[in-house]
């Protein structure tokens, strides 16, 4: 098992990496579907995973790691914190 990344101190091997990716792809597509300025829950999430995601039968521990994983390298926001929605994280322009 070759290290390929660490996220909240565990260790992830390649194969556990690409799984975490494809979640984050399919998190990031839930996630746009819904209100932007709400966000989704992990629940409407995963049935978002389930019914148009490339996954029939998502892991609950998959889906927190990915989104972990993405409001750490800035890809969501989860502005209540660990138990609130997922929000994609927006950049903001400057005005020049």
Do not use: C, H
């Not at 990496?17 to 709400?38: C, D, F, G, H, W």
Request: proline share 4%.
């Amino acid at each position: 098992m070759a290290f390929v990344g660490e996220v909240n101190n565990l260790v992830f091997d390649r194969d556990q990496e690409q799984e975490l990716n494809i979640y984050v792809m399919n998190i990031t597509r839930a996630v746009e579907s819904y209100v932007p300025k709400k966000g989704a829950s992990r629940q409407q999430i995963k049935d978002w995973i389930v019914m148009y995601g490339s996954m029939p039968n998502p892991q609950d521990e998959l889906i927190d790691e990915a989104i972990k994983q993405g409001v750490v390298t800035g890809v969501f926001n989860q502005p209540k914190g660990t138990s609130g929605s997922v929000m994609m994280t927006t950049v903001r322009r400057d005005r020049n």
